[in-house]
């Protein structure tokens, strides 16, 4: 785990937002999965955003839940 992880434990609005960098590849390199394991967390936590966000990844088939 990163530094960025670190900072983002507990704090879903980062988590989701970690999640769009790696979405985007703004910053680090282009990794869905890896961004689905960011808002699976932050959605867990509350964040509805990050909920409809990940189903709209899954049904539109960019990635797998």
């Known amino acids: 785990r990163g530094e960025r992880s670190g900072r983002c434990a507990g704090r879903p609005v980062a988590q989701r937002e970690l999640a769009k960098?790696?979405?985007l590849g703004k910053g680090v390199d282009l990794y869905v999965e890896k961004?689905?394991?960011w808002l699976k967390k932050a959605d867990k936590a509350g964040d509805v955003e990050a909920g409809l966000l990940r189903?709209?990844?899954v049904e539109k088939g960019y990635a797998k839940d």
């Open 55 to 57: 189903k709209a990844l």
């Open 35 to 37: 961004a689905m394991d």
């Open 21 to 23: 960098f790696y979405l």
